[in-house]
């Protein structure tokens, strides 16, 4: 495929070539072509530069507007009647005023306007306000045309590179809150795995002293053992999946589960909102890492709602299945708040709550509902899928 750079370039030297073919055939229907050879070389003067309108608009111009007036003055006739060099005059100065920039812009401004003072003299009679109005529209009107496109042109370019930066910036801060979420989710899924590893280790001590006096004790710490080694695998394989950051700060701060999804509502009532807390099943075969990134994406949905929905009802929803665990809030959309969330700065809640499903091989719904709220629903299963 022909490159747009390359294509404008030979587009314009068929526009060349086309003219001064059509300006040569002009000569010879009027019989200058033979009679007056010289008035082919000014023909060909006035219409081969046309090829580097765009290149060259300023010089290209001046060599055309030379040739036709040195034509003229010559007495070869060319202008004369002949349609062709006028619309070659037409064509350069539409390309002045479309191709031009800074000071070459400038000066095709002032040459614009002594073509018009130059039409306007140079035609025999008392100038008339007729004669003045006809002159401005044949040759300030294809300037100002080309000038109207080149202002248009910019600015259709200066949008699109600010709108390749914002996307550019935009796409960083995306990438700048996943890794910061990751890091944070592996910081978590941390506590998580040195919890169990030290269960571990404490229940096979217990289990080496009491194995000779009390094997039924010992059988139950073997499967201690063995329940909490397979919860930390899991949550292992979800450790491998995130970027891993450490953080003295949160070494020893005692994670939030889904057993304190009660206190987190609570504490969102008194900040104003109307909740229902529905809970199903049994927590018992949550695993740790599971159940933390459960209660983070709870957490986030509600303060989602308390930022942009304050007074709506919303509803908690958290079912204990023997797989998965399923969280869900619901909002009806009532008292939205004026700002869209798209719209505040930082706004990276949602891609979070997108990194913990997806680490934990889980699935996500986040969007409107029919009567107008919002709706975020994940499921995390207790494995991570093979």
Known sequence: MIPWSRWRNWSDRLLAGGLAALALLDLGRAGLLFTEPASALFALGATVPLAYRRQLPLGSFLVVW???HTGLASGLGLGEDMLTFLLVFIVA???????THGWAGWAGGLLAGSGIVLFIVTDPGTPTAGDVLFATIVVGGPWAVGLAVRLRR????ALLAENDGLQREQAERARAAVAEERARIARELHDVVSHAISVTVLQARGGRRVLAADPSAAREAFDVIERTN???LGDMRRLLAVLRESDEELAHVPQPSLGSVTELVTQMRSSGLDIALRVEGDIGGVPPGVDLSAYRIVQEALTNVLKHAPRSRCTVTVGYGEVAVDVAVENDGQGRAEIPPQREPGGH????VQERV???????????????GFRVRARLPYEVPA
């Open 230 to 232: 397979a919860q930390a």
């Open 349 to 352: 809640g949602l891609i979070g």
């Open 93 to 99: 100065l539409y390309s002045l005023g479309a191709h």
């Open 66 to 68: 030379g040739a036709l």
């Open 154 to 157: 910019d600015r259709e370019r």
């Open 358 to 372: 997806a680490v934990a091989g889980g699935a996500l719904e986040v969007g409107p509902t029919p009567t107008g």
